[in-house]
């Protein structure tokens, strides 16, 4: 990452990476995490150099906290977890979605995992955004995942609000050529910390009176999402609109031109608060829409609540409708079939005459995730077995999140629980 290097190979992660040092961050603190890691270890990496503080937090609650310390103090500050993570973080991130003060921008990457490629559960970030009145952006390109971090800096000075950045793991893992600029040099990395009880303890009186200038400030962010760059309409000639965020823009876009249709498609750059307006008015101009998003019908259920108070005569198809499927990651085909069923028109199929996946899978062999041969966590596990096989008793084995829940394989079968990082 170099000066006079313009253009880069980067993966989603790397992208945020990138942008985080060229916003010219002061504070980054992140708790390791798939899909998410890699942001961190770039940061770290690259970061080194720029007299930036950055470091691993002993869980992504301290993390948030470290970054809100520096945000309060004046410092550009950056946090990352999995999806997961933030539920670590959730007490501190509602109150600091609640009471505000950042002075200095503070931006976290939250990566979530539909489909469950690593983890126990695909929650959806965006509802933890509605949820604690948080903004809420979604890049779709690791060109945009750089951008938009830039730019969630000036946005969250100018609001005095933490902006969240939805990732999902074919983004954060996927590799786009980005342009990149310049990292800032910085004469001093020093924050000061300016004592204003009211603003920042979150004692009940004080939350009360900042509730209403939080939901004031969101009405006022919904009016500018409106209008915004990050949210765009290409119009197409086709009666249909598709209402579409992140890495499923990308799969609409391959399925229609597929497709050879033209439907007219609204990628959403700022999910939180969604642009209602903007919605309002293209529901109107079209007597049928397809939501297409991972996973939860985040956007579906606010639409359909905007056309039963509008009383606009559209027909809307999403997971309700097991239109989209109701649960895992979306793919071209996926949205493909689709759009089929919303235009009630048979399409070839992608990959018609290829061999099915279950097909391929039988030729594969079967290679099960398992403990590193050398893994320290081996001998713990063999260790327990073998106390337990002396004493005659058969323990319950509670487990944790990580590598160590592949403890619960044969021989080894020593895991009976894993619920939670911790439990
Ligand atoms: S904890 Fe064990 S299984 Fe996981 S990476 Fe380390 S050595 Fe491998």
Known sequence: MTKQVTKMLLSGNEAFARGVLEAGVDVAAAYPGTPSTEIMETIAHFGKDTGMHAE????EK??????????????????AAKHVGLNVAADPFFTAALFGGMKGGFVMVIADDPSFHSSQNEQDTRMYALA????????????????????????????????????????????????????????????????????????????????PLLLAKMDEIQEYSNKSQWNVVEKGKDPLLVITSGVS???????????GIDPTIYKIGISNPMPEGKIIELLKEHPECLIAEEVEPYFELQVKALVAENGINVKIYGRKEKVIPISNELNPLILKE?????????????????????????????????????????????????AARKRQIKPIMPGDIGCYTLGFMAPLNAVDTTVAMGA
């Open 56 to 59: 691993w937090s002993i869980n």
């Open 62 to 79: 301290i993390a948030f906290e470290v970054a809100l310390g520096a945000s309060w103090s004046g410092l550009r500050s950056f946090t």
């Open 132 to 211: 604690a009145h948080a903004i809420c952006m979604e890049p779709s390109t690791p060109q945009e995942a750089l951008d938009m971090v830039k730019y969630a800096y000036e946005f969250s000075e100018k609001w005095e609000s933490m902006v969240v950045i939805r990732s999902t793991t074919r983004l954060s893992h996927s590799r786009g050529p980005v342009t990149i600029g310049e990292i800032p040099k910085k004469e001093t990395h020093k924050g000061e910390f300016i004592k204003n009880p009211a603003k920042f303890v979150c004692l009940p009186g004080n939350a009360r009176r900042t509730k």
């Open 249 to 259: 823009y990308l799969y609409v876009k391959d399925a229609v031109q597929e497709m």
């Open 338 to 386: 689709a759009l089929s069923k919303v235009l009630k028109k048979k399409f070839e199929a992608v990959g018609e005459g290829l061999p099915t996946q279950a097909e391929i899978n039988e030729q594969l062999p079967n290679r099960p995730p398992e403990l590193c041969a050398g893994c320290p966590h081996r001998s713990t596990f063999y260790a327990i077995k073998k």
